[in-house]
């Protein structure tokens, strides 16, 4: 112990406080940026000789509760998920419109029931007449509109989605570049403490955009993996594919057929090769990325079907024409004849038969088809659940549909054939009773305007007739709500609103009597693609009921979603309050510390003075 | 629940500021527009329930709509149908005064006053409400009834009622004027009365006869005749003979004549001669004479009206029957108009269906009103025809002015009030009348209906402003409360209390 020895060990003091000071300093500076976190230094005492010869900074901590974070990093998926979701769905709801508002569905849809009311009473006003068409394309307009607004929302999160891929993409090769630096690094000094700052801020950003599991290794290394285990970022960073579609339609569905896939997809390829589809794999369940995802294929998707299905609904309910059969009972067989000339393409024949084994029901739909690439057409493309479909191939002539038809329900016993003209008979196996026909029908759409019944094409898809076409690209119901408009022959001629012939007189209101009973009376089969109903049972009422279905269901999707929300924030909230206590730097401790700093600097000068007193005494004697 | 420390970041104090301050915003677009919410979503469980009201709502909204709209139309019907009432009742009375007055002037006071009703008539029946014509039935776009001059004098070819009321006078009157019947002595003492074969002139129905010595014989056969055989011997003066003529329109006459000893015998009479022939002859021109004031009066009256009928019991699916000519005088019988060559009074829709239901007006899901009226429905058509007569024919001044007047009294005042048995303008009013309570009970009911929806649907989309303004009371107390304490907590950090310069 020696003089000497006491001034290294001030200067040593001296030094470390400087250094404290300065982190202290830094602390301070950046107690509002975000993602730092508290720096301390660990001082540790120099021994030499038995004795303590001064003290040095050992390392820099950073100063955090590392569970918390972990926790932090899982909520931060699931409440930017619930987040994204409840925003969009937010937003559908405005695409409804204000409740009981001019701009609603019921309002615009009500005013044209109550169009068609006024017209059938009073059929020979011109003003009713216009009224009329005037609210019916004021329905198909609000429509159209919604429809878009639909496939606006689907475009942004196809944009969410472009978006969040480039964040992702950025934050997973600025981990890997952390990576590769703090492997290089064997201090824990201050600068590989702010990389660490760093990269976790990366993570974080990662860990919003999709569920992230973080495994911390060896010389501060960290790999990222999704949940589903695919790793994102180890000591290289995978990559993330996106190829969004400018412009988003209702037809444009995400499909594994890359052929016929309509909207982008995620494709991760790792840096040692190989790739993986993530939607494909479902490999991302939470975070931006999952909102964004289950809005575009299935939250907005369904909305758009509900939206379709009113417009098929609408537009079907005043075209179609159901004729009965004639009852025949040809020798020992009895059947139906009907004529099959009208059908349009996606007009069925229904044909009711018992088993007579079983003593039960059945039905068959035959559909007719103009493109053979759509065929066989699955049970779900009618509305009813009990039947059994086929589609019927009329592209080739009327001559094979016959024998099509005798096909398609011979397994059951049933006989077809054709007794002349367009005629199809339609008979029981006679003597074998082991089937009965109990009821053969038609449903045809009215195609044109003075066909002589009250059926009328009073919606068209477009400039063409709305028959529900089945072709190989799907229903002519897909987005049906995005191109519904009133018969322009109709809004040109709207006498024809009445005139069922050329002589029906002005005042009969046999048509529009048929038209106000079919939207507000009739009750109706909704597809189970609207998500309302099941394929067993599917949604059946008037189109008032099942927009309100679907009012209810929407707005009760966006209630949850917010109150999930609102939930996930709380929980996000109060973890990120307790990273923060731990982590963020409290000016009031720094404060105290530069106080003790300040002490303990003037006591290692002190020491130095009283150190060189010390020698002055001695040189001086 | 963690507690912030003091002098760090709070974020989560922030966002419960923000938090606060959105829900007073919320409260106070609730107070100013009255609704709970902008969107269905946060109407809570009831957002369904509302699509329903809104609806059911507008569907009264409509049907109170269409009841206005459809009174106002019964109304106006209403007024055009008591007109026409009152237009039967007033020629009525003008008939009876001008018969009683008697002379040409009371037949052309009555001519005048049926011209002007007819006017009037065809104005009323002609009426239109909103859209459409009230008495077309479903043919609201045309007028149900041609013009008041079309009907009268018709319409360059077509023949308007006074020319079909000519022809036919001249194919009933025949060329003798003695109603197509025809006088003849066979042989000495004897006089036949033969009718005509067509469908015109009187028809004779049934003789009755107290002339002693005289044989009266028939009417037989078809055409129908009769003869008197005077050579058993001469009447006495007094007795009589009285035959009955069916008319063109079904009414019937009697035509009565007395033997008498007078010189010239005077009218209705005739003089007992020498002997048979002389008899026989004196009977023969009495009857001509008798014949021929019959034909003048009665038989011009029922030959008008029938004319009207066949003019007025047309459409245009089945034109009026006219006589077959020229030439009239002997025609042989009527043959079908065609709307090119007769005017077709009615011009609205003819169907097989009543009139009340040519127009329908749902006022209620589940209730019908009928209020449609055609202007050939029986009552008024009746009513019409009537006031037509009377304006189209004009009475001469001459000696059987005022007969021919009684006889037009009595053919056309009855059916001025309707046929007997048959539909009258009262009949349709209390039909329209009935549907007026349907409309006015279903107003009363939608009005209760509305109010208990509204309130209902108020309750779920509505707010109540005591209890938003009580809510923005303990949220404004709140939230100033919650930035007082926030704005304290950023102030209480050490660095405030550390001395300048160390």
């Known amino acids: 112990m020696s003089l000497t020895q006491a001034l290294v060990s001030a200067i040593s003091g001296l030094k470390v406080n400087q250094s404290a000071l300065a982190l202290v300093s830094a602390n301070v500076a950046n107690a509002s940026t975000p993602g730092y976190v508290r720096k301390t230094a660990t001082e540790v005492a120099i021994a030499g000789n038995g004795t303590g010869i001064g003290v040095r900074i050992s390392s820099i901590q950073r100063q955090f509760d590392s569970y918390v974070q972990s926790q932090l990093w899982t909520e931060n998926a699931g409440a930017s998920y619930a987040t994204t979701r409840a925003n969009s769905l937010n937003q559908l709801q405005t695409v409804y419109g204000d409740p009981g508002s001019d701009a609603s569905l019921e309002t615009v849809y009500n005013n044209f029931t109550s169009a068609l009311q006024a017209l059938s009473s009073s059929p020979d006003d011109p003003a009713a007449r216009n009224q009329a068409l005037d609210a019916g394309q004021l329905l198909t307009q609000q429509l159209n509109s919604m429809s878009n607004g639909i496939q606006s929302l689907r475009g942004d999160a196809e944009l969410g989605l472009s978006d969040a891929v480039s964040q992702a993409n950025e934050a997973m090769s600025q981990i890997a570049k952390l990576n590769q630096q703090l492997a290089g690094s064997t201090l824990n000094d201050s600068a590989t403490a702010t990389m660490e700052d760093q990269r976790d801020n990366y993570i974080g950003q990662l860990s919003q955009l999709m569920d992230v599991k973080v495994i911390a290794g060896d010389h501060n290394q960290v790999s990222v993996y999704t949940n589903s285990g695919i790793q994102l970022v180890g000591n290289q960073a995978a990559h993330l594919d996106f190829n969004p579609q400018g412009t988003m339609a209702a037809n444009a569905l995400w499909t594994p057929d890359p052929t016929t896939r309509g909207v982008g997809t995620i494709v991760l390829s790792s840096p040692n090769g190989g790739s993986v589809d993530l939607i494909q794999s479902k490999s991302i369940r939470s975070g931006t990325i999952a909102a964004d995802l289950q809005l575009r294929d299935s939250d907005l998707v369904q909305a758009q079907n509900q939206l379709d299905a009113v417009a098929s609904a609408l537009a079907g309910a005043l075209s179609d024409k159901t004729t009965q059969g004639v009852a025949v009972s040809p020798g020992l067989q009895q059947g139906f004849d009907i004529d099959i000339s009208g059908l349009s393409t996606g007009n069925k024949i229904t044909i009711n038969y018992t088993d007579q084994l079983t003593n039960t029901s059945h039905t068959i739909s035959l559909v007719r088809v103009d493109d053979p690439s759509a065929l066989p057409l699955p049970d779900t493309a009618t509305a009813s659940p009990n039947d059994k479909v086929y589609g019927i191939d009329f592209s080739a002539g009327m001559t094979t549909v016959y024998g099509q038809i005798a096909n398609a329900i011979g397994s059951t016993g049933m006989v077809a054939s054709n007794t002349g003209g367009t005629t199809l008979r339609v008979l029981n196996d006679g003597p074998g009773n082991i089937v009965a026909v109990t009821g053969v029908s038609t449903t045809q759409t009215a195609t044109t305007l003075q066909g002589g019944s009250s059926e009328l094409p009073f919606f068209t898809d477009g400039s063409a007739n709305y028959t529900g076409a089945i072709g190989p690209a799907g229903s002519q119901g897909v987005g049906f709500s995005s191109r519904i408009t009133v018969n322009g022959s109709l809004t040109a001629d709207p006498s024809l609103l009445v005139k069922m012939t050329s002589t029906t007189a002005a005042a009969d209101s046999t048509r529009p009597d048929f038209l106000y009973q079919q939207l507000t009376g009739s009750s109706l089969q909704f597809a189970p693609t609207s998500g309302l109903g099941t394929a067993a049972a599917p949604f059946t009422g008037t189109i008032t009921t099942f927009v309100r279905q679907m009012i209810s269901v929407q707005g009760q999707a966006a209630d949850t979603a917010s109150s999930l929300k609102q939930g996930q924030d709380v929980v996000l909230n109060s973890l990120q309050q307790r990273y923060d206590d731990s982590a963020n730097v409290n000016v009031d401790q720094e404060m105290a510390n530069l106080i003790q700093l300040q002490n303990a600097y003037a006591a290692n000068a002190r020491v130095l003075s009283a150190v060189r007193d010390m020698i002055n005494t001695l040189m001086q004697m | ?502």
Do not use: C
């Not at chain 2, 009876?96 to 009323?124: F, K, P, R, Y």
């Not at chain 2, 319409?155 to 000519?166: P, V």
């Not at chain 2, 037989?220 to 003529?245: H, K, L, Q």
């Not at chain 2, 000696?399 to 046929?419: C, D, I, K, M």
């Open chain 2, 1 to 502: 629940m963690t507690t912030s420390t003091i002098g760090g970041t709070t974020a989560a104090n922030i966002q419960s500021l923000i938090n606060l301050r959105s829900q007073l915003d919320d409260l106070q677009r609730q107070l100013s527009t009255g609704k709970k919410s902008t969107t269905y979503a946060g109407l809570g469980l009831g957002r369904g329930v509302t699509v329903s009201l809104n609806s059911q709502l507008s569907a009264i909204n409509s049907f109170d709509q269409t009841i206005s709209n459809v009174s106002t139309k019964i109304s106006v019907a209403q007024l055009s149908l008591g007109n026409m009432f009152d237009i039967g009742n007033s020629l009525k009375t003008a008939m009876a005064q001008g018969n009683s007055g008697g002379g040409t002037l009371g037949a052309t006071a009555v001519q005048q006053n049926a011209n002007i009703s007819l006017d009037e008539m065809i104005g009323d029946l002609n009426t239109q409400a909103g859209a459409g014509y009230l008495f077309s039935g479903r043919d609201t776009d045309k007028a149900p009834v041609k013009t008041y001059d079309h009907i009268l004098n018709g319409n360059g070819s077509q023949a308007g009622l006074k020319q079909i009321i000519s022809e036919r006078n001249q194919a009933d009157l025949g060329a003798n004027g003695l109603g197509r019947l025809t006088l003849s002595s066979p042989s000495a003492g004897t006089a036949t009365l033969t009718e005509d074969a067509t469908t015109f002139g009187m028809k004779i129905a049934s003789v009755t006869s107290t002339l002693s010595n005289a044989t009266v014989s028939g009417p037989t056969g078809s055409p129908a005749t009769m003869s008197v055989d005077f050579t058993g011997g001469n009447p006495s003066p007094g007795d009589a003979i009285t035959m009955r003529f069916t008319m063109p329109d079904g009414s019937t006459e009697n035509m009565t004549m007395t033997a008498t000893t007078a010189n010239p015998p005077g009218a209705n009479s005739f003089t007992i001669g020498a002997n048979a022939s002389d008899t026989a002859a004196n009977f023969q021109s009495g009857m001509t004479s008798a014949l021929g004031t019959l034909a003048a009066t009665s038989l011009t009256a029922a030959s008008a009206v029938q004319a009207s009928n066949e003019f007025f019991n047309a459409d245009a699916n089945n034109p009026p029957l006219r006589v077959d000519g020229p030439p009239f005088d002997s025609a042989s019988g009527l043959v079908a108009g065609t709307s090119a060559n007769s005017v077709i009074w009615y011009q609205g829709e003819t169907g097989s269906d009543p009139a009340r239901s040519s127009a329908t007006a749902r006022i209620d899901p589940s209730l019908t009103v009928n209020y449609g009226v055609r202007a050939n429905e029986q009552g008024i058509r009746s009513l019409l025809q009537g006031v037509a007569t009377m304006a189209a024919v004009t009475v001469p001044n001459d000696a059987n002015t005022s007969a021919l007047s009684s006889a037009f009294n009595q053919r056309v005042a009855p059916s001025l009030n309707g046929t007997a048995g048959g539909q009258t303008v009262s009949n349709i009013q209390t039909d329209l009348a009935n549907a007026q309570v349907a409309l006015n009970s279903a107003t009363q009911r939608h009005a209760q209906q509305s109010s208990t929806l509204s309130t209902y649907l108020d309750q779920i989309q509505g707010v109540s402003n005591e209890q938003v303004g009580a809510e923005i009371l303990t949220l404004q107390t709140r939230l100033q409360a919650s930035m007082q304490v926030t704005a304290m907590l950023y102030q209480t950090s050490l660095v405030n209390y550390m001395p300048p310069g160390g």
